[in-house]
């Protein structure tokens, strides 16, 4: 039997800048990828969610803080209650963190400016289903964009995450003041990811690195294993 393309929806919101790009790498990676606008009040037939980077309606008031009450997150919202697979990258994060699904809040950056380079990463965690082809330990190159991506929590929780290993990948050097370096993490169940770094814009070695393609390549897996599952 022939292994087939997972269906993975890509959000699109109002000033989002970075979908078409996430649609572009899931679909580079063996992915059926198509665009769910933020209307929607259910998802197609799906694998997995992915909100993608930009500027949800402008980031007016907070970022993320509009987008959370969309009413295609609230399908998102059951979907991953349900054990689907969710990917937030970057106001994707800041999202999921609104919405509730990820823990902690994302602030300005410490230095007040925005921050758009190439980041190391180290790998918490090769063991959930956005970094199965990762390596504990492994350091991925990967770039930011963000003015707001300085995560927080306070110190029980953040004693908690680490306690659930729910902190998957870390910043190898000071990038905006988050927490601990942390730059990724997922639920307690382990189905919902939110990440600050764009490894949508990390498939090609032509832009510098294809260590994004390790992440969005091991969630295409994930969500492969999960359509097979239903067959």
Same mark, same amino acid.
């Given at each position: 039997?022939?292994?087939?393309?997972?269906?993975?929806?890509?959000?699109?919101?109002?000033?989002?800048?970075?979908?078409?790009?996430?649609?572009?790498?899931?679909?580079?990676?063996?992915?059926?990828?198509?665009?769910?606008?933020?209307?929607?009040?259910?998802?197609?037939?799906?694998?997995?969610?992915?909100?993608?980077?930009?500027?949800?309606?402008?980031?007016?008031?907070?970022?993320?803080?509009?987008?959370?009450?969309?009413?295609?997150?609230?399908?998102?919202?059951?979907?991953? @209650?349900?054990?689907?697979?969710?990917? $937030?990258?970057?106001? +994707? !994060?800041?999202?999921?963190? =609104?919405?509730?699904?990820? /823990?902690?809040?994302?602030?300005?950056?410490?230095?007040?400016?925005?921050?758009?380079?190439?980041?190391?990463?180290?790998?918490?965690?090769?063991?959930?289903?956005?970094?199965?082809?990762?390596?504990?330990?492994?350091?991925?190159?990967?770039?930011?964009?963000?003015?707001?991506?300085?995560?927080?929590?306070?110190?029980?929780?953040?004693?908690?995450?680490?306690?659930?290993?729910?902190?998957?990948?870390?910043?190898?050097?000071?990038?905006?003041?988050?927490?601990?370096?942390? @730059?990724?993490?997922?639920?307690?169940? $382990?189905?919902?990811? +939110? !990440?600050?770094?764009?490894? =949508?814009?990390?498939?090609? /070695?032509?832009?510098?690195?294809?260590?994004?393609?390790?992440?969005?390549?091991?969630?295409?897996?994930?969500?492969?294993?999960?359509?097979?599952?239903?067959?």
């Amino acid at each position: 039997m022939t292994s087939p393309q997972p269906r993975i929806g890509v959000l699109r919101f109002p000033g989002a800048c970075d979908d078409r790009d996430a649609l572009w790498a899931l679909a580079a990676l063996d992915a059926e990828a198509l665009f769910v606008w933020h209307t929607e009040t259910e998802l197609p037939d799906l694998d997995a969610v992915v909100l993608p980077g930009g500027f949800s309606y402008g980031d007016y008031l907070r970022c993320g803080a509009i987008a959370r009450f969309a009413p295609a997150m609230e399908a998102v919202v059951d979907f991953a @209650a349900a054990g689907g697979l969710v990917l $937030g990258i970057c106001n +994707g !994060l800041q999202i999921l963190c =609104e919405a509730g699904l990820l /823990p902690g809040v994302l602030r300005r950056n410490d230095s007040l400016s925005f921050v758009c380079r190439d980041v190391p990463l180290v790998v918490e965690r090769g063991d959930t289903p956005f970094t199965s082809r990762c390596d504990e330990g492994q350091l991925l190159t990967i770039p930011v964009k963000h003015g707001e991506g300085n995560w927080y929590v306070d110190d029980d929780l953040y004693t908690e995450l680490e306690a659930r290993r729910q902190i998957v990948l870390r910043y190898g050097e000071q990038v905006n003041g988050s927490r601990n370096d942390v @730059a990724g993490v997922v639920d307690e169940r $382990g189905n919902v990811m +939110g !990440l600050m770094p764009h490894p =949508e814009h990390a498939v090609d /070695p032509l832009l510098g690195s294809a260590d994004g393609a390790l992440i969005l390549s091991s969630l295409v897996e994930s969500a492969r294993e999960r359509a097979l599952a239903t067959v």
